[in-house]
T-cell receptor, first 112, second 112 residues
Framework: DGGITQSPKYLFRKEGQNVTLSCEQNLNHDAMYWYRQDPGQGLRLIYY???????QKGDIAEGYSVSREKKESFPLTVTSAQKNPTAFYLCASRGTGSETQYFGPGTRLLVL | EDKVVQSPLSLVVHEGDTVTLNCSYE??????LLWYKQEKKAPTFLFML????IEKKSGRLSSILDKKELFSILNITATQTGDSAVYLCAVPRVQGAQKLVFGQGTRLTINP
């Protein structure tokens, strides 16, 4: 099955804790993206990567970090510096030459 | 600043009704506009409209783009309860990497 997977489905974070959200794709896409969605709002871009070993900050990168060591994987770490992390996190990927991004099922992050 | 605005934010209709969702945009050097449907999790791609393809249709869903007035509409005829979802409109920014700017979304509820 080709697609994008995200794990876990739900994640609970304690105060001061770093947590990592997984995103994997087997679509052979070069570009990958992380978005945050808050209730009643559209998606906002956190980080993106156009190619392996390269990534750029999006509009709301503060308190987050990413890595892109493999083409298939683009994990997102929510650090303790992110003061309001409760949200729905969506990962997307895009093939070269395409303008369409395809999304994973999302991870819902809650703070204990 | 690039901006995408959707209206209405919420819409409740009865099964069988026809609905029209609106998306207006202000972006530099427009290239394309994308519509997504989001049920409980991942947004799924519906249509992409470009300068060379200003009208798209798929079953009961259709969309047009007005490049002069800078808006798009998504039309759904003979609505069904399965059409209940949040509909998102997005426009890629020009400055590389196809970063999408999303509207707030329209939450559509179809009552039986």
């Amino acid at each position: 099955d080709g697609g994008i997977t995200q794990s876990p489905k739900y994640l609970f974070r304690k105060e001061g804790q770093n947590v990592t959200l997984s995103c994997e794709q087997n679509l052979n896409h070069d570009a990958m993206y992380w978005y945050r969605q808050d209730p009643g709002q559209g998606l906002r871009l956190i980080y993106y990567s156009q190619i392996v070993n390269d990534f750029q900050k999006g509009d709301i990168a503060e308190g987050y970090s990413v890595s892109r060591e493999k083409k298939e994987s683009f994990p997102l770490t929510v650090t303790s510096a992110q003061k309001n992390p409760t949200a729905f996190y969506l990962c997307a990927s895009r093939g070269t030459g395409s303008e369409t991004q395809y999304f994973g099922p999302g991870t819902r992050l809650l703070v204990l | 600043e690039d901006k995408v605005v959707q209206s209405p934010l919420s819409l409740v209709v009865h099964e069988g009704d026809t609905v029209t969702l609106n998306c207006s945009y202000e972006v530099t050097n427009f290239r394309s506009l994308l519509w997504y449907k989001q049920e409980k999790k991942a947004p799924t791609f519906l249509f992409m409209l470009t300068s060379s393809g200003i009208e798209k249709k798929s079953g009961r869903l259709s969309s047009i783009l007005d490049k002069k007035e800078l808006f798009s509409i998504l039309n759904i005829t003979a609505t069904q309860t399965g059409d209940s979802a949040v509909y998102l409109c997005a426009v890629p920014r020009v400055q590389g990497a196809q970063k999408l700017v999303f509207g707030q979304g329209t939450r559509l509820t179809i009552n039986p």
